[in-house]
DNA sequence: TATTGTTATACTCTATAACTATA
DNA sequence: TATAGTTATAGAGTATAACAATA
């Protein structure tokens, strides 16, 4: 755990690389089988935490604010989220998770059975320095949070 | 860095799809500084290992063979890949990477600032863990190597 | 004037099904 | 029969530009 072997840059990019494309596979899949596509799963994922207006749901999900029109019309045509106008600014408009929302999308975190097994190889404090580790690495960007 | 904080599934399955967030906008945005998308990208930097026929990028790729088509064709007409019939069967066609396309990909990994700056933030020590803990946790799944 | 959300447009990615040429 | 690659098709994501309503 302490040698030196495959830390130089290129072969940590190439293990990250790796890893968050298992990760995303596993997301991608788990969604699917829900009939849901990547992005209105990432969607729900925001949303799970309370309302967002749809520029700020377009910038967390880094894609043009008229991309999310079409994303978030899917959504609601499935009942899984709605809009609602802003109180404070006419303009806004919040989109809400419904209660079928919420049940979808804990379904397809549950679902994510290749990502949760790889986790469960590693012990609370390996689990630990893991989660300081990709903190430090991705979380900490100066203008990106 | 051996607390309990942060360590639960959740909070560990929320970072990681921050961390892959962080991880793919950057590559994204590299590939779109030199008009590729990210597919494009991706498939440029399977090639650059060596060449593969369409069948094999479309597993690596996780996407159905009929779009590898598509991707191909593009990267083809920028000259940044060729297709190959393979010597030793007549259905299989390799593609290979040219070198104006090994520059292209190249230029690419060298812009992804964002990435390159978070891992400079860990100490080699780190960064060895950092690969060891990924490589446990993703790279040993029973079939999907 | 600037901003929010939408529409229109064009391109790319994606899967499914059907096709061809091989094996 | 089965496989490799392509084509046709349709749905979804994506960015750009232009627009109406509101700030």
Known sequence: ???????????LMEMLSAS????YGD???????????ASQAKTLNVLRRGPAAMRVLAAILTCDASNMTGIVD???KRGLVQREPSPTDRRVKNVVITTE???VI???RGKMHTT?????RLDDEERSTLYALLERAFM??????
Chains 1, 2 share one sequence.
């Open 27 to 37: 997301f991608t899949a788990a969604a699917a089988s829900e009939n849901l596509t």
């Open 116 to 120: 949760r097994a790889g986790l469960d």
């Open 20 to 23: 968050l494309a298992a990760y």
């Open 74 to 76: 899917r959504l609601e």
């Open 140 to 145: 900490q960007q100066p203008a990106t949070a």
């Open 1 to 11: 755990m302490t040698g030196t072997r495959g830390a130089d840059t290129a072969q």
């Open 101 to 103: 929302g919420e049940r």
């Open 106 to 108: 804990d379904v397809i």
